[in-house]
Structure formats: structure tokens, C-alpha cells
């Protein structure tokens, strides 16, 4: 481990939808030329090497989160424009996972084990 | 991004398989202490950043590789001891997921998008 990595402090999140089968296309074409704005708008509230993959009909996504007030970066991003143009694509493309707050989305798994 | 972090470079991996609800317990159990040659293993074979989520009955590995041969890692892997002890407590808390190869327990997802 680096000097710079070791300075880190991260929280690893995982999370969980399912894309719907009809919009699977749809979803991996947007996924593959991300708005420039949207990943701008994620680095600019502390999330970090952020990746999303799927598995049939299941998308999961990793990210490090490395700010000190998640609440309030959620809510940076929710409150740009840009990006909540995105959500109006990607919104209709998912459907959450069961056991999934009402009103979710994504839906959180829990850390269970960490090799540094 | 700082000059360390720009010249790892790492292929990232994300891995499901289902925990056996009636093994849950134990699976929890047996990662909150995973035993020191077990990781060990893994660092030497060049996996980084590993960690294992759960939602659910569902299982969610996240891990960066970053050696330059992923089939000889798995094998120094697979030819541990202590590992392959470890796998006799860890196999029967596991069912595979639908999609999965026949033989496999974890099965890899595909990246669909990445943010650095």
C-alpha cells in the first residue's frame, strides 16, 4: 500500500436493481457514452471508482465513497440539472429488488468482509 | 488522481453467489474472522481491494486483480492448503446462482461502466 492510499478513508458501498428486460439495450447503450456532466457531478460529491456490472437481470454496482457528508452529496447530485435529465433515461430501464425501501431504487447491500 | 493511483492497473471483478439461508449464520460468522493465511493467499495472488457484500440471500464480491496472469493466481490459490480448508467450511454455505457455468459457485458479472 502507497502512502497516498494509505490516507484514504473510504466507505465501500454496494447496491443492487434489476433492469428490465425489455430496456436492457437501452440501459447498456446509455451506459456506454455516460453524459460527461453525470460522472462530473458524481467525482465533484466524493463518490470514487464507481463501477456497475450486470449479471442477467441484475445490475450491482461498487463504489468508494470518500467524502464526510454523504446526505448532503446525495443531495448535490440530486439537485443537478444534468443529472436528473439522466435519471429521466435510466429511471424507466430499472425496477428495484426485493426488499428494497419503498421509494428506492437501488438498494444497498451490507459490507460482510474486507481484504485491503 | 495521483501519480500511484494512475499507474495501478487492475482489472476489476464483481462475483455473486447465493448464501443457503439455514448457513447464513455461519458464513457471517466464518467472515468476520476470516483466518490470516486466507487473505494472505489472496494478497499474493495479487487480488487488492476485496471485499464481499450481502443482500438478502445474495452474495456480492468485489475485487481488483492486478497481476498479469489471472489463471496462474487462481491456481496458486486453489493449491493452498489453508485455503482449500477454508472452502470446506465455506462451500456448503453456497448455492450457485441462476446463470452459473456447471461446477462454478461464484460467477463473474460483466462491467457495464466504470468512473475512475
Keep these: 500500500m502507497t502512502a497516498s492510499e494509505s490516507a484514504r478513508s473510504v466507505v465501500r458501498h454496494s447496491q443492487l436493481v434489476k433492469v428490465r428486460p425489455e430496456r436492457r439495450d437501452e440501459y447498456l447503450a446509455l451506459h456506454a457514452a ?3 456532466q453525470v460522472e462530473a457531478t458524481l467525482t465533484a460529491s466524493n463518490f470514487t471508482n464507481y463501477t456497475i456490472f450486470i449479471h442477467d437481470d ?4 461498487y463504489f468508494e465513497y470518500a467524502g464526510d457528508d454523504y446526505a448532503a452529496d446525495l443531495e448535490r447530485i440530486a439537485a443537478d440539472p444534468v443529472t436528473r435529465k439522466w435519471w429521466t433515461h ?3 430501464c430499472q425496477t428495484p429488488v426485493d426488499g428494497a425501501p419503498e421509494g428506492a431504487i437501488w438498494v444497498d447491500a451490507r459490507e460482510v468482509w474486507h481484504l485491503t
Tied chains: 1, 2.
Design 34 to 36: 455516460v453524459w460527461p
Design 58 to 61: 441484475l445490475l450491482i454496482s
Design 90 to 92: 435510466t429511471d424507466p
